[in-house]
């Protein structure tokens, strides 16, 4: 690990995040999770998706806005919390446009079904295995051979207010 703050090292390990799990509680108080592309890569606290203003989750959204986030890849798992709205911003929902959006709203950007959801995350928590798979697979045979604890990176993170 680098010279870096705790909140730095989360934004690290986000930005090479492509899909999100958002977690909220529907109408019955049951936790439900629902895949997201995450739109911006520099994360400053807040995470930017596009999604359908139909959707159950907006829905849920609007009794408790609090949610989670999980992010995961072969190495290296982000888990925040915090709150999600809605929010009416066109231009940025053409700033965070892309071909790939298209899959899902092929009326374009100013389909007036897409909507813009910003995450604010209060609190990270990460675990990272630095080094990659093959670091990975060798501190996991290290640890059943040794005995020793698999050798991963985990902290807990209050961001900060914004």
């Given at each position: 690990?680098?010279?870096?703050?705790?909140?730095?090292?989360?934004?690290?390990?986000?930005?090479?995040?492509?899909?999100?799990?958002?977690?909220?509680?529907?109408?019955?108080?049951?936790?439900?999770?629902?895949?997201?592309?995450?739109q911006e890569a520099e994360f400053d606290g807040?995470?930017?998706?596009?999604?359908?203003?139909?959707?159950?989750?907006v829905t849920d959204l609007r009794a408790?806005?609090?949610?989670?986030?999980s992010l995961s890849s072969n190495d290296s798992w982000v888990s925040l919390s915090g709150h999600a709205e809605l929010v009416e911003d066109r231009a940025k929902i053409h700033e965070l446009w892309s071909p790939t959006v298209e899959a899902w709203f092929t009326d374009g950007?100013?389909?007036?079904?897409?909507?813009?959801?910003?995450f604010?995350?209060?609190?990270?928590?990460?675990?990272?295995?630095?080094?990659g798979k093959?670091?990975?697979?060798f501190s996991f045979v290290k640890s059943k051979v040794t005995g020793e604890q698999y050798d991963a990176e985990n902290e807990t993170v209050r961001l900060p207010e914004r």
């Open positions: 690990m680098t010279d870096q703050t705790p909140t730095q090292r989360v934004a690290e390990l986000i930005k090479d995040f492509r899909f999100a799990m958002l977690t909220t509680r529907n109408a019955e108080d049951r936790l439900v999770a629902h895949p997201l592309t995450v807040d995470l930017w998706f596009l999604v359908a203003k139909g959707a159950t989750f408790d806005d609090r949610v989670g986030v950007p100013d389909d007036p079904e897409v909507g813009l959801l910003k604010t995350a209060e609190t990270a928590e990460y675990w990272d295995s630095p080094g093959l670091a990975s697979l």
